[in-house]
């Protein structure tokens, strides 16, 4: 997966497969019965002063950018995949703040006849 785009080159930190449990859909049973999503992140972000030291307070936790996503997903009822994935950006900007952003969202078995297939958006934020 090509995780750099012309915009961001750098250090990042990647979350990827995180499988999700969310109630989004077009169909009322999508959303009151749930369904499988998986997201896949990544977060530009100076790695160097950790990298060099060791020392925890110059990293992040990416432990709680994997614990807001979850307990965003638990919340969320919502038509749209891409409601749903301005939510998640919405709770990793919190966190960051302003830097670059990239997130895939997948729906993993959408409801359409004959198709096995996943559906997914890509979105981004920029810092500035």
């Known amino acids: 997966m090509n995780h750099t785009s012309p915009a961001t080159r750098g250090d990042a930190i990647h979350v990827e497969a995180l499988k999700l449990w969310a109630r ?8 009151s019965l749930g369904q499988w999503f998986v997201v896949d992140l990544t977060i530009w972000l100076d ?8 020392d925890l307070s110059l990293t992040v936790d990416y432990g709680q950018t994997v614990a807001a996503i979850q307990a965003c997903a638990e919340q969320v009822v919502c038509h749209t995949v891409e409601c749903f994935s301005e939510q998640l950006l919405d709770q ?17 078995h959408p409801p359409i006849p004959g198709f096995d297939g996943s559906i997914s958006v890509e979105r981004w934020r920029f810092a500035g």
């Open 24 to 31: 989004v859909g077009v169909l009322p049973e999508e959303r």
């Open 47 to 54: 790695l160097a002063p950790a990298g060099r030291s060791d």
């Open 92 to 108: 990793v900007g919190e966190i960051y703040g302003a830097c670059p952003i990239r997130l895939i969202l997948r729906k993993c």
